[in-house]
């Protein structure tokens, strides 16, 4: 049976008729068909995923006008139709922008900057537009006001999917309570079924926004989010492309519309890290792969039959027997004062001592005459090159290769070079031919020369051989001729250069990460770690890490992870993210948390949190739900959390230590009386006082208060095996008399008196002041745990 694409051609037509069929297809209408790409692929995860594109806009706006982030959501319940409105204090949108940032996919102010945002693309909150319409069939409603505007500016509008352009119902002027800000209100089939999912979007965003006061309010409940500080994120700057980040295509791009006219320039105004030296640096590694370097050959020693002068002699022996031996002769001192020369290096020898000759006797030595000597001179040297090469292989090469092995491989290798030749080769050239003469002598010499011997030799000869003085092409030239381009990026990514600038970058920083977590989780330790920047793919990123322990958070399942991306939480696909693959491979038994089978997240009741901020966050798909397993960023990942869980580790030991201690201390406390008691009634003597014998047996720190007449005497014996650093103070009803370096201060008819007293292992000291008989005080002793603290007052 014929198909239907064997006859295409045979009838005239069908193939104008199939291109009749084609046409462009705009990105709002691949959308439309493919929404699930974008995180509204149902209800419940299309009202989160519109919550979160209007919140991210909304901080973002804010951020960049240094404004400290007011932001509102509220969500309204309508049958099957859910409401959606946000609301912030931003720098509002001007009235000629607001159609094309809701209602054009693609349109935005970041994609092409190198610098950290939470959206780039410009599809997020125009996505959340056309999800809308296309589940509601209403426009977005759209209220903005710019700072110092009489009024605020009113839109209703759609995303016309054929075109990728707004589609404008309603515009007027209209009145707000806000001085500035932008308002959106979206109407969108959708349900609640992901509430949890919402609250852990508004919370965990309030954890790494501590800068951010959020609100949210939905049909059942509502939530306040304070911020925790007024200092906004550092001010980022936009960075040009590195060097190690750029792939081919970008490079001829680059080329293309660059205004240098030399590769040095264009290296040090296209790219960042790139100075004169490093530029340098590039430019040699590129002439390396565009032109090869020239192999270098040692001179002919004395001993050896070869002669230099008299092969130059014979190639000039024109023009008149004394100037042709001085020019023979100055020559051959040059060459003999070299170790290794290549035939470049020969070229400039002839060319200066011809041009001195010339001065000095006013002979001519035109450009044939030189070359002849040249040409000469070059056939000498390079006419026997077994012995050095035979020098070459046994340096690169293992003692355990016997001499008649290291003379055939020499022997064979020096055949490839045939004699005369200038010897210009690439490194894959030298390898290649390495590699045949190596061949060669283990199919006839039953020898083994294996790939570390062969690499060695290759290294060998290419350290030696010497870089040409060619001129490197100009950029112009390169960016027409694909290889050339292929061999600068191949330059750039082997040259060393430093990694990207970070002011591109605003971390969180660790600080603020703990008090992102204080704010939002009554727990009884805290810890964050911020690494240092490093590179993937030329972007740079930082990775910072918190952990929050004990409490209130729940116990008995599996911690909390909460993953972020440029200040941005990631809610769903958490098993498809790197952040969540690497805190599985941590041993966290070593941490002191519960993990069953030794590995997957640990149990107890702790929070393990991961922020990554980059140029660049590689995600595993367009909604950007999940981080990519990139091994640079998984490194630094385990990294950061590993510092903050060696924090926790010396937590939770200092605290079994102390439950051990206070356990040790009731037994104690339970015994002493009853033998105390005992003795004093076989003794009849006084009964003891245990306190202080309790003290000394846990080794702890005791505070003894005593009165007499007036007369108050603290003292502080540490029977500690370290110093005692303590802030011990007295709240008294009567205003007292201190003695010595007492600190007193009145407040509400109480004096507090304090003292900052540093007591020495097995020390002891003694604190005084006055008070009248009929005050009563108070004590309390900072500085030191409870555990390791006996009062007797």
């Known amino acids: 049976m014929t198909s239907y694409q064997s006859q295409l051609g045979e009838d005239e037509g069908i193939a104008e008729e199939l291109a009749e069929s084609q046409r462009s297809i705009s990105i709002a209408e691949f959308f439309e068909k493919n929404k699930h790409m974008l995180g509204f692929d149902s209800g419940a ?26 932001i509102y959501v509220e969500i309204q319940e309508n049958r099957d139709y859910y409401t959606l409105v946000i609301e912030d204090n931003g720098p509002g949108i001007t009235k000629e922008q607001v159609p094309k940032v809701f209602g054009k996919l693609l ?88 509430r949890q999912q919402l609250h852990d979007y508004i919370k965990h965003t309030a ?79 590129f002439k390396d792969r565009h032109y090869g370097r020239e192999l270098t050959w040692r001179p002919p020693q004395a001993h050896e039959e070869v002669d230099i002068e008299a092969a130059i002699t014979d190639a000039v022996a024109n023009k008149g027997s004394e100037v042709t031996a001085e020019f023979a002769s100055r020559v051959l001192d040059v060459i003999e004062d070299q170790d290794r020369i290549a035939h470049h290096e020969l070229t400039a020898i002839v060319e200066e ?115 040409v003085p060619d001129d490197p092409p100009q950029i112009s030239d390169v960016a027409t001729d694909r290889d050339a381009a292929s061999e600068l990026l191949e330059a750039m990514r082997e040259t060393d250069i430093i990694s990207p600038p970070t002011d591109c970058l605003a971390p969180i920083t660790d600080e603020l990460v703990e008090a992102g977590l204080r704010k939002e989780y009554n727990a009884d330790f805290y810890a964050a770690s911020t690494r240092d920047a490093s590179v993937h793919g030329g972007d740079p990123f930082i990775v910072e890490a918190g952990i929050a322990y004990g409490g209130d958070l729940e116990d008995g399942g599996k911690a909390d992870v909460m993953r972020f991306a440029n200040r941005v939480p990631l809610v769903y696909q958490r098993g498809a993210c790197a952040t969540t693959d690497v805190l599985k491979d941590i041993g966290w038994r070593n941490y002191g948390l519960d993990q069953p089978g030794g590995s997957g997240l640990p149990n107890g009741p702790a929070v393990i949190m991961v922020h990554i901020a980059s140029t660049n966050v590689p995600f595993t798909s367009e909604s950007k739900d999940a981080v990519a397993n990139v091994p640079e960023i998984e490194h630094e990942i385990e990294l950061a959390v590993r510092e903050a869980a060696r924090e926790l580790k010396s937590f939770l030991k200092k605290r079994r230590s102390m439950q051990q201690r206070r356990q ?109 008989e009929s005050a009563d005080p108070e004590i309390s002793i900072d500085g030191i745990e409870d555990e390791k603290l006996t009062i007797d007052a």
């Open 45 to 70: 995860r299309g009202l989160v995923t519109a919550v979160k594109e209007g919140v991210d806009n909304s901080l973002d706006a804010c951020e960049e006008a240094g404004i400290l982030p007011d």
């Open 664 to 772: 040790k201390q009731d037994k104690l406390a339970t015994i002493l009386p009853e033998m105390a008691e005992k003795l004093t009634s076989v003794t009849g003597n006084q009964e003891l006082e245990i306190d202080g014998t309790l003290a000394r047996i846990m080794n702890d720190v005791l505070v003894e208060r005593t009165q007499n007449d007036g007369a108050v005497e603290l003292t502080v014996e540490n029977n500690a095996d370290t110093n005692a650093d303590l802030e011990i103070t007295e709240i008294v009803t009567a205003e007292p008399n201190p003695n010595g370096d007492a600190q007193v201060i009145e407040m509400d008819g109480e004096w507090f008196i304090k003292w900052n007293p540093t007591v020495d292992s097995g020390d002891e000291q003694t604190l005084t002041y006055e008070l009248a």
């Open 353 to 467: 001592t011809a041009d001195a000759i010339q001065t000095e006797h006013g002979t001519t030595f035109g450009a044939t005459v030189r070359e002849k000597a040249r040409d000469a001179a070059w056939d000498a040297i390079t006419n026997e090159r077994e012995s050095d090469l035979y020098t070459l292989v046994d340096d690169a090469t293992t003692t355990r290769k016997d001499d008649a092995v290291v003379q055939a491989m020499a022997e064979r290798l020096a055949a490839k070079f045939e004699p005369g030749d200038r010897h210009r080769l690439i490194e894959d050239e030298v390898r290649r031919l390495v590699d045949r003469a190596a061949d060669m002598t283990e199919d006839r010499d039953d020898a083994t020369f294996g790939d570390t011997a062969r690499e060695n030799i290759t290294d060998q000869l290419w350290e030696t051989a010497s870089r």
């Open 107 to 194: 349109y935005g102010s970041r994609f092409h900057k190198r610098e950290q945002n939470r959206g780039q693309q410009g599809i997020g909150i125009s996505a959340a537009v056309l999800y809308s319409q296309l589940t509601s069939g209403k426009p977005a409603k759209i209220t903005s006001r710019t700072e110092g505007g009489d009024q605020a500016q009113y839109f209703e509008l759609i995303v016309d999917t054929e075109t990728n352009e707004p589609e404008i119902s309603k515009e007027e002027p209209t009145s707000w309570d806000r001085p500035h800000g932008t308002r959106i209100e979206l109407e969108m089939e959708a349900n609640m079924r992901a």
């Open 207 to 285: 954890v790494v926004n501590p800068h951010a006061r959020l609100e949210l309010r939905e049909p059942q409940e509502e939530f306040k989010f304070e911020r925790a500080t007024d200092q906004l994120p550092a001010e980022t700057e936009e960075i040009r492309p590195h060097p190690h980040g750029v792939e081919l295509g970008t490079v001829i791009k680059m080329a293309e519309a660059t205004d240098s006219y030399s590769l040095s320039g264009f290296m040090q105004e296209e790219f960042t890290r790139v100075g004169q030296k490093t530029a340098d640096s590039v430019i040699d590694a």
